[in-house]
Each structure stands twice: as C-alpha cells, then as structure tokens.
C-alpha cells in the first residue's frame, strides 16, 4: 500500500520540500522511483488534516534519513524551516543523516541567503515576522545542512538521472547506516570483554 501511515511504521526516509507544483511533479518521480527500489518513505501528506508541527516531529525522529530539498520556494514555509531545525538537531546528536537537495538553488544562496537570490528573497520576508533568535536557529541549520555532501540540480539537467542519483546516494547511505548497526552489538562486546579484563588485573593488586 502506497505510504502508509501507523504508529508502528518506521518510515527510513523522510521528505522535507515546499511547494505543489515540487510535490506533484520531481517529488513525485522521486517516490515512485523510493517505492520501484523497496525504499520507505514519508512525507506530509500522510499526516492528518489540522495535526500540529509537533506530530511531524515525530516522524523526523522516527526517520534514520531525511533529504532537504531545497527549492526557490523553500524559504517561504516557516514549517519547512521549522522542520529543517529538527533535521539538523537530531544530525548533531548522530541520530539522523541528512542529505541536502539543491533543486534549482544555488548551494551559496541557500546557506547564506540574501537579497540577490529569489531563495535569500523569500527567506528575508519570512524573517520579518519571526524573533531573532528563531531567524538565528534558521540560519543555523541552513548553514550546517548546506556544509553537508549534497546533490545540486541544475536548470538544465535531466530530472530523470538526478532522481536515479539521489536513489543511488540513498541506497549507499542505507547500506553504511546498515553495517553500523551489525557492528554496533561488536563493539559492546568489545567494550565488555575490556572491562572484564580491567577488573582482573586490578584483582591482583588487592
């Protein structure tokens, strides 16, 4: 069934953008193509008419991947900037990869934006409404995200094969993430076994 939605599901990719015209058309080829290669995924669609930021927190956090898909649109949305804090959050605690999609934008103008850039235009106006502080933390996970190994589509490309890229990058971090976990039960062993050591010298010293 086509991105459903329980409690009880733990979506491994989750989908931040902004905009109809981006959901209905690359983001659309993006899922089809996520569901053609077994790869899970959300985005907010699923979620209830009228639930609060709150409850897409959680999903973020369910998540093991996110893909920012940054867009000239982007900056307009204070969810998805919102949510973009989250995102980066929980990549500094190590609990989520994040890959930035630059669809159409310049890396530069979305980690510093500007007047000089439509995405630095409407990150300006939306700014004017909010505190510093939460402009600050915006600015803050613009720049971190940005700093992060991303995928740039220019005007010119072909959707197609940079849909099959991000697939490809997905499927490669999937992997990594993967052999991390198979190790992780190793290394607490490794770290048991150590400290059993320890102990027994320290026993012939008492």
């Known amino acids: 069934m086509r991105n459903a939605v329980s409690p009880f599901n733990v979506h491994q990719v989750f989908l931040n953008f902004r905009g109809e015209e981006l959901r209905y058309n690359f983001v659309s080829h993006l899922t089809d193509a996520f569901e053609r290669q077994g790869i899970k995924f959300f985005i907010d669609k699923n979620e209830q008419r009228g639930e609060d930021l709150k409850h897409i927190f959680v999903r973020i956090k369910e998540s093991r991947i996110a893909l920012a898909i940054f867009s000239p649109s982007y900056a307009e949305s204070k969810w998805c900037m919102d949510e973009l804090v989250m995102m980066n959050n929980l990549a500094d605690h190590g609990k989520l990869r994040v890959i930035p999609i630059f669809y159409k934008v310049d890396a530069d ?24 502080h939460q402009v600050k933390k915006w600015k803050k996970a613009l720049k971190r995200i940005c700093d992060k190994m991303g995928l740039p589509l220019e005007e010119k490309s072909s959707e197609s094969d940079f849909v099959d890229e991000i697939v490809k990058g997905v499927k490669k971090l999937e992997d990594a993430i993967g ?7 190793f290394s607490r062993e490794k770290i048991k076994r150590k400290a059993r050591n320890l102990n027994k010298r320290l026993r012939r010293y008492i």
């Not at 103008?109 to 510093?132: C, H, I, M, W, Y």
């Open 109 to 132: 103008d979305v980690r510093k934006p500007t007047l000089d850039s439509e995405f630095g235009r409407n990150f300006q106006k939306l700014a004017e409404d909010f505190s510093k």
């Open 179 to 185: 052999l991390e976990e198979e190790e992780k039960p």
